[in-house]
């Protein structure tokens, strides 16, 4: 959908709105909080097990992969976790990208989509599992395009998530009295308090740059922008401008406290129309990361530094180590 334009990019992010204001989240709030308790409990048993050779990275990433793809491919295909559909996607898609989102399409990703089209063909299931894919088949039979859409929606969402829950984790041990903080606060608090986390990590890290097609001659600041071009706007310093945010290189949830907002300053996804339709989904469902992490474990963490550019965005390092105790807080 990123690549569509004109009336068609319309007509398919038109679709996509209209069928996310019909999805309860809530109603899928249980069932992403159990991706994430399942994932880090299973990660926080293997680093528990003798290994000779542990790779502590390697398996914190699938872990965190796990739990990103898992909660997409529920969200938008409506598979319950530990059904045959599930379990099918979920093996599609460790083939479509086992280490992230791959551009140059090979035979493995052919394969790979070709199984994934060919499951989903076979039909969808029909139960109480709100989803994207259901609420788009309401208003009529979902086409080529729009399959496809919704195929590397998760492809491309699962990467970004994994990426953006690994800063969470890093960001979390790193500051603990933000972890006690909203592992001790009632429900409602607790989530204001998750959702500042993230929009603070977004800040710090993971929004990097937007680009765009420049479709017509215009001047800015007098310069002359070509059509044609390929445009790059800086996030990730623009997010650092100290006379927007204070102190900007140091984390503070709290500059998003009491219902603050930035406007166009603050961009992670994307700026006015062109924000991306999952851009709340996305701050929800790590928001339910973070507040899982801070009431069930301790977290504590070595490493990381200094950042690494990875395939699509910037990592910590590959040293970043991370440990997880049960470290239950009693609501």
């Not at 800086?234 to 204070?246: P, V, Y």
């Not at 009431?295 to 910590?316: K, M, T």
């Amino acid at each position: 959908m990123r690549g569509m334009s004109g009336a068609a990019h319309k007509t398919y992010r038109s679709a996509l709105i209209k069928a996310l204001g019909t999805i309860d989240l809530e109603a899928l709030a249980p069932t992403m909080r159990r991706f994430v308790n399942d994932g880090l409990s299973s990660f926080n048993r293997s680093t528990a097990e003798p290994r000779k050779h542990f790779d502590n990275y390697r398996r914190w990433s699938d872990a965190l992969s796990t739990i990103s793809s898992g909660m997409l491919i529920q969200l938008v295909f409506g598979a319950a976790q530990g059904s045959d559909l599930f379990d099918q996607l979920m093996d599609g898609y460790k083939e479509l990208g086992p280490n992230g989102v791959v551009w140059n399409i090979g035979a493995r990703q052919l394969a790979a989509y070709a199984r994934l089209r060919g499951r989903l063909d076979e039909g969808m299931p029909r139960g109480d599992i709100p989803n994207l894919f259901s609420a788009i088949s309401e208003e009529g039979p979902v086409d080529d395009t729009m399959l496809g859409n919704l195929i590397y929606m998760v492809e491309t969402g699962r990467y970004d998530l994994r990426g953006l829950f690994r800063w969470i984790a890093k960001y979390g041990a790193e500051h603990p009295d933000w972890m006690r903080q909203i592992a001790t606060a009632d429900c409602g608090h607790r989530k204001v308090l998750a959702e500042a986390f993230v929009l603070e990590v977004l800040r710090l890290d993971q929004s990097e740059r937007l680009m765009r097609d420049v479709l017509q001659d215009f001047a800015f600041d007098g310069f002359l922008i070509p059509k044609g071009a390929l445009l790059r706007l800086c996030m990730w310093e623009s997010h650092k401008d100290a006379t927007t945010f204070g102190e900007p290189f140091v984390f503070d949830p709290g500059r998003f406290l009491n219902g603050k907002s930035y406007g166009e300053k603050f961009s992670p996804f994307g700026l006015d129309q062109h924000r991306c339709p999952l851009a709340d989904v996305s701050i929800w469902l790590a928001s339910t990361f973070i507040a899982e992490l801070a009431c069930n474990f301790d977290v504590s963490a070595s490493g990381g530094e200094p950042a690494v550019r990875g395939p699509y965005h910037w990592e910590p390092s590959p040293d970043f180590q991370i440990a997880l105790a049960p470290g239950k807080i009693d609501d």
